[in-house]
């Protein structure tokens, strides 16, 4: 910080005026600024106030201490500015820059005057503490109390914090499961239950419609970013988020398209595109690349979310450069990503290694759903097959339970084999962006890492030169690259049978003549201390540190 307003009040219970926080406070960590030997941490912090209660005579401040040894008692104060305001709620943001220390450094902040909240930024040139999740949340079908609620792991996440503070938080998508729009809605839940698809595909997406889904998804959010360990956690260690399909509702982008044009379904994507950028981004539609640096936009709006995609570059300290790619905004069944946008993509990445200066020996990339992960074609083949239609026809009566979904009639876990990188429709597509990542890595001299999630199951693949080509350690490989998965830190792990089906699926794949790929045998023993025979694939809720 570079100036500090006045002593800090250490004790301070309630908010002065009056404040009724509907969400928040949630922290948004938006990338390093530098100005000459400096380093300037970015970010905000973001509340939703219940405004019929709220006293906005003065409008919210926020006070903000850096805890270090030349400014102990000293206090910054930052204007909050109304982001977005509907439905008797506003959402206020505070823009906060934090000049980094020799070391790490504890910053406090309070609004209006209310209770103190901590986190933490590292030390000037230092590789920031970094935690990782995906899946927080649970499936329609899942119970909760069976799980003991979504505690356990973030009190987990918490309790490393307390050890070792975390100074980012990535979210790998599914940060929040809004499926339950099926079931608490109205006129949604009946549009979703029509049997004729002529009716579905052009049933008009009306002023009401729009309006319930509005309050669903803004109700959902405040609740879910406001309760538990979760909430704890998103006020203490920054965010840095990607989204992908149960942000918006299960299988989005994966149906058919005919389906996925449809005026409700398209309707659906932008309400949820709407609140996913305000409670997870702290941002609008309104904001892009010329006022916030750390965003990179897509070519085109993409062909269901009328909006271009958001994938957002960031410094996680001097050697680490992170990129988030948002590969749910422009999907499509074939397609992930845009020729186009993936040029912006390379351009960028290129740019910002460059204008390193050779700083940058790091590179994490975060895809929602894994890359190097066993194949799934068999069952893939199987559901698609016109075998299969008397099933699907028995399904649609009921019969059978949830086999088909409801949204198009096709079988329930096809949306989930169609998101997946080695899916038919996307493998000519994943296997040129490995390619390109490959050289760019023989360019550049930076290691790349790949962080997935979406699967519920603990594991990393690669990808790797074989042996007989004599490139000598990992070292030298400029073609390895680990894919890290992580994935559910709340929601269930799927039974073992079905990891011990997939590990029998894992053997080393030839991406082309010169890339192999499979899987690390990595777990020797399970959580409860015993032997596993599985070691590729851990079956439980899991969560990522890394760590330097």
Known sequence: MPQLDGPYEEEAKHFRPPLFLKCGPLLRYTGLRRNGPREIWRGSILIVTDDRQSDFSSGPPSRVRARSGETTGRYREVRGFRLHAERGVT??????EI????RQTRVAYRINRGPAVGFWVPGRGETMNIMFHSCNGFSLSVNPDAFSGPDPLWRDVMNRHQRRPFHVMLGGGDQIYNDAVMAQTQLFREWSALKSAEHKHHAPFTPA??????????????MWFSQGLFAMAAAQIPMVNIWDDHDIIDGYGSYPHAFMRSPIFTG????????YMLFQHQSVVAEGEETESSWLLGASPGPYIAERSRSVFVRLGTKVGFLGLDCRTERMRDEVLSQETWDRVFDRLRLEIDQSGGEIKHLLILLGVPIAYPRLNFLENILTSRAMDPIKALGRTGVLGGFVNKFDG?????DDLDDHWTAK???????????ELQTLAAETSVRITILGGDVHLGAVGRFYT???????????DWRYMPNVISSAIVNSPPPTAMADLLNRRNKVHHLDSETDEDLIPLFE??????????????PRRNFCTITE
């Open 209 to 222: 419609l729009r309006d319930e889904l509005e309050a669903f998804y803004l109700s959902r959010y405040a």
């Open 268 to 275: 659906l994507g932008a309400v949820a595109f709407k609140y």
């Open 466 to 476: 074989p042996s007989r080509l004599g490139l000598g350690g990992k070292d030298r």
């Open 525 to 538: 023993r399970d959580v409860d201390g015993r032997k596993r025979n599985n070691r590729c694939l851990l």
């Open 91 to 96: 959402f206020w943001r505070f823009n906060v």
């Open 425 to 435: 429709h996307h493998k000519a597509e994943r296997n040129w962006f490995v390619q």
């Open 99 to 102: 000049e980094l220390a020799r």
């Open 410 to 414: 096709g079988v329930e876990i096809l």
